[in-house]
């Protein structure tokens, strides 16, 4: 099955810096990968998704990246603000799948 | 509005006792999941279903069962709870076909047995 590994685990940034978080998948079948924001004490929720066809997108101060060659998609933050500190998880998924398979997170901490 | 709801919120119960965690969506989603979450760790997921009939264990091995009678409705039981069930879980829906789309989830169960 799919395996998604997250690094680093913990990141540290002054407020203004920008933020990098990377995931590596292990099936080239995969072609969804979303990212999820969650706050202390509150639910996940979607941020940004990148899907197969496409190489980056951007949010606002918010971006993606894929490298399918690779395997591996980032999640870019740029001037980082206190309210983005959160745990982020990036996850991955194949057509048909049912389900999408989660890396392990990143807790994400800014300093104002 | 069209959300996702999970009841209790929070639930203490004592050892041996039968649970069952309620989640109920109102987007017409067709997949469902479980998820058990450690406060700030990783998403385990141990249920999940494509459909009403349709239920498939997740990653990680659970003692829990679930049932999905209905499309908006699919809820874990614990027949026996243990204090290794202590943690936070996690009901989420996806919209189904024409590929993988968004996880929306509720706002969790908090769950400690003594």
């Known amino acids: 099955g799919e395996n998604v590994e997250q690094h680093p685990s913990t990141l540290s940034v002054q407020e203004g810096d920008s933020a990098v978080i990377k995931c590596t998948y292990s099936?080239?079948?995969?072609?969804?990968f979303p990212w999820y924001k969650q706050e202390l004490g509150k639910r996940p929720q979607l941020i940004i998704d990148?899907?197969?066809?496409?190489g980056e997108k951007k949010d606002q101060r918010i971006a993606v990246t894929l490298n399918k060659t690779a395997k591996h998609f980032s999640l870019h933050i740029t001037e980082t603000q206190p309210e983005d500190s959160a745990v982020y998880f990036c996850?991955?998924?194949?057509?048909?799948?049912?389900?999408?398979?989660f890396g392990d997170g990143t807790t994400l901490t800014v300093k104002p | 509005e069209a959300d996702i709801y999970q009841t209790p919120r929070y639930l203490v119960i004592g050892t041996g006792k039968k649970i069952t965690l309620e989640c109920s969506q109102t987007?017409?989603?067709?997949?469902m999941y479980w998820y058990q979450q450690d406060p700030g760790m990783e998403l385990h997921l141990i249920h999940y279903?494509?459909?009403?009939?349709?239920?498939e264990k997740g990653d990680l091995s659970s003692e829990s069962t679930v049932s999905r009678i209905r499309t908006e409705h699919f809820p874990l039981t614990l027949e026996s709870a243990r204090p290794s069930h202590t943690s936070q879980y996690l009901c989420?829906?996806?919209?189904?076909?024409?590929?993988?789309?968004?996880?929306?989830f509720g706002q969790g169960t908090r769950l400690t047995v003594v």
């Open positions: 989420a829906s996806s919209e189904s076909g024409g590929g993988n789309t968004e996880a929306f």
């Open positions: 099936d080239s079948a995969s072609n969804y």
């Open positions: 990148i899907r197969s066809n496409v």
């Open positions: 996850a991955a998924s194949t057509p048909n799948a049912g389900k999408s398979t």
């Open positions: 987007m017409g989603h067709d997949k």
């Open positions: 279903s494509y459909g009403v009939n349709s239920t």
